[in-house]
C-alpha cells in the first residue's frame, strides 16, 4: 500500500480523496493556488504546497510544478481527481519518467485513448457501436463543414481531450458552425491547454448512461453498474441517479458484458467511464471514455457500498482487480444533484461571491461531498460547484423525495445558486416518471427557473 499521496486537485475531489487515503492510513499533500489558499481541502491535507497564481495555466495545469511539489514532499505517487490534468497522456508520461505512480490508466493507454477519437475507432474495433462523427481531430472551417454536412445537422463540436461536458458547443445549421468551433476550441484549451476539436452527429431525445469499469491492466476489468446522467445544462450533467429508470435488465447486461470486454482487450487499467447514449428505442452507442473518476462516482458508491478511490489506490499498488469490485451488487437507489453557485434564469451563468453561511442537513441515507463552507468564496476561476447532494433509499421514489427534501433544508446563505431549480426538476412529473432524456431541461425550462 501507498505511504504518502499528493491530490493534483482541489476543492470537494481534493477532499473525498483524502479521507480515503486517511482511512488507509496514508498521508496527503495538497497543492493550492493562492485563491485556495484557505480553502477546506488545503487544511485537512497533511502537507500543502502553493503552485502560483488562481489562473489554472499558470498553477493546476502545469505539470512542472506538481511533480516538483510531489517531490519536495517525499509523494510516491498523485491522485489527479477529475479535470485538470487528469486525463492528460503528458502528465501521466511525466509522472511515470520522475518515478510517481499516476493513480489511472497507463501512460501508453492515456496517449492511445486521450484524444476521443482515436478512442472511438479502438472502440469500435472492439465491437462497440459509435456515433457518427469526423474520422479524427477538425482542422479548419471547411473540414468541419464538408464532415458536418455529410452526417448533418444538427453536429457536436467537442474537446478531443479532457471531459465534463466542458468545450461542448452545439450547431444547429452551417451558418453557426464557425463560432461554434471557435467558442469550443477556446474552452477547452482554457480548461485542459488542449484546443483540438471533432465533430459528432447530435441524436436527439437520448438518455446518456455511463458504465463505471474498474479494471487492473492485467486484463482483469469488471463494470460497477450504470448511472442515468440525462438531466443537463449546458452540456454538463446536473443530476445524477443510478440504476437507471429507463435501462432494461437485458439491456444492462448487453451494456455492461461488450465494455467489460472491451476494456480487457484494451488493458485499461483504474478507474474509468464508458459514455454511452441510448435512443428510445434502446439502440445505443458509444460516445467516449473518461479516463478518470467521475463527479457522480458517490451515487454508485452509495448503492454497492464501495469505496472507488480505495480501489484506484490498490490497484496503482499493484493489486489484481478485487472481487469486491467483480461481485458487486447493487442495492435500491441513489440519485446526486449538483449544487451550483450559479444563475438558472439566466443562462445557469455562474455567480461567483462569498458564502456567508451553509448548513446541510442531517438525514440518514444522505451524504454531501462539499468542498466549501461558511465564508468560503466561489471564485470566477474554477467550476462554481458548491456540493454534491446524494441520497439513498430502497425505491427510486424514496430517493428522489428524500434529495428533494435535504436540499429544501439546506441553508445557504450569501449567493444565488440553482437550489430550487434542483428541486424543482426533481419533482417535475416528467423527471418522476423516469421518462425523461437529455432534452429535458430545454423542453421544461420555463417551469423550472
Given at each position: 500500500m501507498l505511504k504518502k499521496i499528493l491530490v493534483a486537485n482541489r476543492g470537494e475531489i481534493a477532499l473525498?480523496?483524502?479521507?480515503?487515503?486517511?482511512?488507509?492510513?496514508?498521508?496527503?499533500?495538497?497543492?493550492?493556488?493562492?485563491?485556495?489558499?484557505?480553502?477546506?481541502?488545503?487544511?485537512?491535507?497533511?502537507?500543502?504546497?502553493?503552485?502560483?497564481?488562481?489562473?489554472?495555466?499558470?498553477?493546476?495545469?502545469?505539470?512542472?510544478?506538481?511533480l516538483d511539489a510531489a517531490k519536495k514532499s517525499g509523494?510516491?505517487?498523485?491522485?489527479?481527481?477529475?479535470?485538470?490534468?487528469?486525463?492528460?497522456?503528458?502528465?501521466?508520461?511525466?509522472?511515470?519518467?520522475?518515478?510517481?505512480?499516476?493513480?489511472?490508466?497507463?501512460p501508453e493507454t492515456m496517449i492511445a485513448l486521450s484524444d476521443k477519437q482515436a478512442a472511438r475507432k479502438v472502440m469500435a474495433e472492439a465491437g462497440l457501436p459509435v456515433i457518427p462523427g469526423s474520422d479524427g481531430n477538425v482542422r479548419g472551417e471547411d473540414e468541419a463543414r464538408t464532415v458536418a454536412e455529410k452526417i448533418g445537422f444538427p453536429v457536436m463540436v467537442k474537446a478531443s481531450y479532457g471531459g465534463g461536458g466542458i468545450g461542448m458547443t452545439v450547431a444547429t445549421n452551417p451558418d453557426k458552425l464557425a463560432k461554434a468551433l471557435k467558442k469550443a476550441s477556446q474552452r477547452a484549451e482554457r480548461a485542459f491547454a488542449r484546443g483540438e476539436i471533432y465533430i459528432e452527429k447530435v441524436v436527439p431525445q437520448t438518455h446518456h448512461i455511463e458504465f463505471q469499469i474498474m479494471a487492473d491492466g492485467k486484463g482483469k476489468a469488471?463494470?460497477?453498474?450504470?448511472?442515468?446522467?440525462?438531466?443537463?445544462?449546458?452540456?454538463?450533467?446536473?443530476?445524477?441517479?443510478?440504476?437507471?429508470?429507463?435501462?432494461?435488465?437485458e439491456l444492462r447486461l448487453e451494456m455492461s458484458?461488450?465494455?467489460?470486454?472491451?476494456?480487457?482487450?484494451?488493458?485499461?487499467?483504474?478507474?474509468?467511464?464508458f459514455e454511452c447514449l441510448v435512443d428510445g428505442n434502446r439502440n445505443w452507442y458509444f460516445l467516449e471514455i473518461n479516463m478518470r473518476?467521475?463527479?457522480?462516482?458517490?451515487?454508485?458508491?452509495?448503492?454497492?457500498?464501495?469505496?472507488?478511490v480505495e480501489h484506484q489506490i490498490r490497484i496503482a499498488s499493484g493489486e489484481a482487480l478485487?472481487?469486491?469490485?467483480?461481485?458487486?451488487?447493487?442495492?435500491?437507489?441513489?440519485?446526486?444533484?449538483?449544487?451550483?453557485?450559479?444563475?438558472?434564469?439566466?443562462?445557469?451563468?455562474?455567480?461567483?461571491?462569498?458564502?456567508?453561511?451553509?448548513?446541510?442537513?442531517?438525514?440518514?441515507?444522505?451524504?454531501?461531498?462539499?468542498?466549501?463552507?461558511?465564508?468560503?468564496?466561489?471564485?470566477?476561476?474554477?467550476?462554481?460547484?458548491?456540493?454534491?447532494?446524494?441520497?439513498?433509499?430502497?425505491?427510486?421514489?424514496?430517493?428522489?423525495?428524500?434529495?428533494?427534501?435535504a436540499l429544501e433544508k439546506t441553508v445557504i446563505d450569501g449567493l444565488e445558486t440553482n437550489r430550487d431549480f434542483l428541486v424543482k426538476s426533481l419533482r417535475h412529473p416528467v423527471f418522476r416518471s423516469g421518462t425523461y432524456t437529455t432534452a429535458f431541461i430545454a423542453d421544461n425550462l420555463d417551469e423550472l427557473v
Open positions: 473525498r480523496v483524502m479521507r480515503t487515503c486517511r482511512r488507509l492510513g496514508i498521508e496527503t499533500t495538497a497543492v493550492y493556488s493562492e485563491a485556495d489558499a484557505q480553502a477546506p481541502f488545503v487544511q485537512y491535507a497533511d502537507q500543502a504546497v502553493p503552485i502560483g497564481p488562481p489562473t489554472p495555466s499558470e498553477s493546476y495545469l502545469v505539470i512542472d510544478k506538481i509523494c510516491e505517487a498523485i491522485h489527479p481527481g477529475y479535470g485538470f490534468l487528469s486525463e492528460n497522456p503528458d502528465f501521466a508520461k511525466a509522472c511515470d519518467a520522475a518515478g510517481l505512480i499516476f493513480i489511472g490508466p497507463k469488471a463494470t460497477v453498474f450504470e448511472r442515468e446522467c440525462s438531466v443537463q445544462r449546458r452540456q454538463q450533467k446536473v443530476i445524477e441517479e443510478t440504476p437507471s429508470p429507463f435501462v432494461t435488465g458484458e461488450q465494455i467489460a470486454a472491451a476494456a480487457a482487450k484494451i488493458g485499461y487499467r483504474n478507474a474509468g467511464t473518476l467521475q463527479v457522480e462516482h458517490p451515487v454508485t458508491e452509495m448503492v454497492t457500498g464501495l469505496d472507488l478485487s472481487d469486491e469490485i467483480t461481485n458487486a451488487k447493487s442495492s435500491g437507489h441513489s440519485i446526486e444533484a449538483r449544487l451550483y453557485a450559479e444563475a438558472p434564469a439566466s443562462k445557469f451563468l455562474p455567480r461567483p461571491g462569498t458564502i456567508d453561511k451553509l448548513v446541510f442537513p442531517e438525514i440518514e441515507g444522505l451524504r454531501v461531498d462539499a468542498g466549501v463552507a461558511s465564508g468560503s468564496v466561489i471564485t470566477p476561476f474554477y467550476d462554481p460547484l458548491i456540493a454534491k447532494v446524494v441520497a439513498h433509499a430502497p425505491g427510486r421514489d424514496e430517493a428522489v423525495e428524500k434529495l428533494a427534501d
